[in-house]
T-cell receptor
Framework: NAGVTQTPKFQVLKTGQSMTLQCAQD?????MSWYRQDPGMGLRLIHY???????DQGEVPNGYNVSRSTTEDFPLRLLSAAPSQTSVYFC?????????????FGPGTRLTVL | ELKVEQNPLFLSMQEGKNYTIYCNYS?????LYWYRQDPGKSLESLFV?????AVKQEGRLMASLDTKARLSTLHITAAVHDLSATYFC???????????FGPGTSLSVIP
């Protein structure tokens, strides 16, 4: 199993550009989530999904969209990038939330918005 | 909304010493997670604590959960350099759909 994969590893955008961060898992996990990590702030939840077709907002959802058309994939879209979105983004999955499961994290995407 | 706090945020300790990291959370929760992150790397799960009084140990790390006090501790015994990392605790919101992380404790073990 590849686990949780994320692409790209690094990305530089200009203000106003849009892009999609890809996340995939091959563990048949129901639950997937996106976090951003900023220095001194820990990880903050952006969006999450409890299953295909179901998504909801986390702590900091503004400026981001998600969809979950399959169990495996959970892309994160930045509609109009802003410098405040410069961060490291982590995707994670777990067998199901609410059960006794920890989350497995992808390697992260380091995004810089100029 | 669940808030998770950690204390201390930065910790420098000598090899061979013992120390405890504290994790406080603001609302009722019957489970708590601990993760480790090495510099420039992703997070890996250390412990899942599922009930009041739960205690788990792995090597030099031991985690416990007191749901009545809304407190979890991560105890480090006889620290070694390999334990240098950032440690996060995290807890679920009441609905168990959102997992909220604390700010992390950056641990540096020096010879």
């Amino acid at each position: 199993n590849a686990g949780v994969t994320q692409t790209p590893k690094f990305q530089v955008l200009k203000t106003g550009q849009s892009m999609t961060l890809q996340c995939a898992q091959d563990m048949n996990h129901e639950y997937m989530s996106w976090y951003r990590q900023d220095p001194g702030m820990g990880l903050r939840l952006i969006h999450y999904s409890v299953g295909a077709g179901i998504t909801d907002q986390g702590e900091v959802p503004n400026g981001y969209n998600v969809s979950r058309s399959t169990t495996e994939d959970f892309p994160l879209r930045l509609l109009s990038a802003a410098p405040s979105q410069t961060s490291v983004y982590f995707c994670a999955s777990s067998l199901r939330q609410g059960a006794h499961n920890e989350q497995f994290f992808g390697p992260g995407t380091r995004l810089t918005v100029l | 909304e669940l808030k998770v706090e950690q204390n201390p945020l930065f910790l420098s300790m000598q090899e061979g010493k013992n120390y405890t990291i504290y994790c406080n959370y603001s609302t009722t929760s019957d489970r708590l997670y601990w993760y480790r992150q090495d510099p420039g790397k992703s997070l890996e799960s250390l412990f899942v604590l599922l009930s009041n009084g739960a205690v788990k140990q792995e090597g030099r790390l031991m985690a416990s959960l007191d749901t009545k006090a809304r407190l979890s501790t991560l105890h480090i015994t006889a620290a070694v350099h390999d334990l240098s990392a950032t440690y996060f605790c995290a807890g679920p919101q009441t609905s168990y759909d959102k997992v909220i992380f604390g700010p992390g404790t950056s641990l540096s073990v020096i010879p």
